[in-house]
């Protein structure tokens, strides 16, 4: 059963899933963590643990490779190293370099859209995903999750933030920009009867098949705000132009963001051992503080889980 999301074009993974193999796909501020004995990740060594190894489903260890999708660009999870070039950097390719070094084997991204990602596991062209992806009952319906942090949504908007917008409510007739396919979206849809109680016309939803496309939008000024997860939404704000760009919106009343969920490590079905390799090299990461090391390099410690669960969906 897929979920109500569009599949990708089976010519433009497979091209993007040779060009990964190829170039390695892959950067680290130290020099990686796409080892078999280990490596360094956001300052950290992690080492090989021969236990976890031994744990992995046999076709993965024959492979040595555990083959993942993410949507790049969606900083500051997963970003291109140089505009042009397939070396990647950001969250979540850290977190797949430090459990490849602590596994044993390498985490191969592949930059893929967003909302073909889920069907690319289904397919069996991926092993896993990391990708911000919220955990939630819906996706749990055709792939388990491991679940590394707990966000919700917030709202970018322009410098010295000119609209005054500082929760969802103030997004009652503006025109507001979002990911097609994401939580994000559905939070919009779902506010939408709110604002229409209130006697308030609903906002203008503009759609766009990737982060980067929205906040170019937004930039350019033909949407108010963007809706997007509220690490990503801070990173913006804190890096766009030096942080003269944009700014996040702060709505006190949910200083974690709307709908604080659980983002997780999709992983397929059809690799029930890999999925528990992946918690349990997760919890060891998280008990020697490396988790939350990698979180604070982009600056989101907050987010970083106390425990390694599966399936964690609150939905």
Not at 180 to 191: D, M, R, S, V
Not at 204 to 214: G, L, W, Y
Request: glycine fraction near 10%; charged fraction near 25%.
């Amino acid at each position: 059963m897929y979920i109500s999301v569009p599949r990708r074009g089976a010519t433009a993974v497979l091209a993007c899933t040779v060009l990964a193999v190829v170039s390695g796909c892959g950067a680290s501020d130290d020099g990686g963590g796409e080892s078999a004995a280990g490596g360094r990740v956001a300052g950290v060594t992690v080492t090989r643990d021969a236990t976890l190894h031994e744990a992995l489903p046999e076709q993965i260890k024959k492979a040595g490779t555990v083959r993942v999708a993410t949507d790049v660009p969606y900083p500051p999870f997963a970003m291109f190293v140089t505009e042009g070039k397939n070396d990647l950097t950001g969250l979540d390719y850290d977190l797949g370099q430090a459990l490849g070094a602590k596994l044993g084997v390498r985490f191969a991204f592949t930059p893929t859209k967003f909302d073909g990602i889920v069907p690319a596991l289904q397919a069996g062209r991926f092993d896993a995903a990391m990708s911000a992806l919220t955990d939630n009952k819906e996706r749990q319906k055709v792939v388990d999750f491991v679940d590394y942090s707990r966000s919700g949504s917030g709202i970018l908007v322009a410098e010295g933030n000119p609209a005054k917008i500082s929760t969802l409510d103030d997004l009652c007739g503006r025109k507001v920009g979002v990911q097609a396919a994401t939580n994000q979206y559905k939070l919009l849809k779902a506010h939408q009867a709110t604002c229409r109680a209130a006697g308030r016309e609903t906002a203008d939803i503009q759609t766009f098949p990737k982060e980067s496309d929205a906040q170019l939008a937004l930039r350019a000024g033909k949407v108010t705000a963007e809706v997007v997860t509220k690490p990503a939404a801070g990173w913006s704000a804190k890096t766009a132009d030096g942080g003269k760009a944009f700014d996040l919106a702060e709505d006190p009343q949910a200083p974690a963001g709307y709908r604080s969920s659980p983002n997780g490590i999709a992983v397929t079905r059809r690799l029930p051992q890999l999925t528990e390799a992946i918690r349990r090299a997760l919890q060891a990461l998280i008990d020697d503080g490396t988790l939350t090391k990698i979180c604070d390099k982009y600056g989101v410690a907050s987010i970083a889980v106390k425990e390694a669960t599966t399936n964690a969906a609150v939905d």
